[in-house]
């Protein structure tokens, strides 16, 4: 079975610290996502990786950036947080083939005070 | 630019009846569609979806989908509902090229014994 992780499910932080978002797939997948949900509009995706160092903005990067060292690790990283993004964060990895599914984590909750 | 629309963000059934969730997309090239369910406090599972070859595609859970070219529709139902049922469900397109979802702004169904 394929496995997603993220680090905590619940995260609740203080406007303007940085924050670290970590997710973990054990399958080998060369791409990796992460969206923020929130009520009404869906998921959106923030940014994507298609391999190691490499990295592409989704539809809303403002105010976010990531890293992917490793192959199986993808960090989000809030550089400065702020209250308009508290939301869920999803994160998901899927193989190279066109037909590949995209896997997701089970979320992070994170709440900015 | 894709974009999905969901027609009704909460649904209401009664155990046994008919679900049905409208998903309309909007693509410049024919899409890959796809289905996924969110349970509560949980990530989102791949419910079913459409490549290529017949439109009707059955799913998990004893779901299916119709893709309709002529209507833009991918519109997921299933005969009977079940309690376990109750979650969110959302529609997503990708280009068959490429990588990134686009998903729908997700529909609630609550199950009523």
């Known amino acids: 079975d394929v496995k997603v992780t993220q680090s905590s499910r619940y995260l609740v932080k203080r406007t303007g610290e940085k924050v670290f978002l970590e997710c973990v797939q054990d399958?080998?997948?060369?791409?990796m996502f992460w969206y923020r949900q929130d009520p009404g509009l869906g998921l959106r995706l923030i940014y994507f990786?298609?391999?190691?160092?490499?990295?592409e903005k989704g539809d809303i990067p403002e105010g976010y950036s990531v890293s992917r060292e490793k192959k199986e690790r993808f960090s989000l990283i809030l550089e400065s947080a702020s209250t308009n993004q508290t939301s869920m964060y999803l994160c998901?990895?899927?193989?190279?083939?066109?037909?590949?599914?995209?896997?997701f984590g089970p979320g992070t909750r994170l709440l900015v005070l | 630019a894709q974009s999905v629309t969901q027609l009704g963000s909460h649904v209401s059934v009664s155990e046994g009846a008919l679900v049905l969730l409208r998903c309309n997309y909007s693509?410049?090239?024919?899409?890959?569609l796809f289905w996924y369910v969110q349970y509560p406090n949980q990530g989102l599972q791949l419910l079913l979806k459409?490549?290529?070859?017949?439109?009707l595609v059955k799913g998990i859970n004893g779901f299916e989908a119709e893709f309709k070219k002529s209507e833009t529709s991918f519109h997921l139902t299933k005969p009977s509902a079940h309690m376990s049922d109750a979650a969110e469900y959302f529609c997503?397109?990708?280009?068959?090229?490429?990588?990134?979802?686009?998903f729908g702004g997700g529909t609630r169904v609550l199950v009523k014994p």
């Open positions: 998901a990895s899927s193989g190279q083939e066109s037909l590949e599914t995209q896997y």
């Open positions: 399958m080998d997948h060369e791409n």
């Open positions: 990786s298609y391999d190691v160092k490499m990295k």
């Open positions: 693509s410049s090239v024919p899409p890959y």
């Open positions: 459409y490549t290529t070859g017949a439109t």
């Open positions: 997503a397109v990708r280009k068959a090229a490429g990588n990134k979802l686009t």
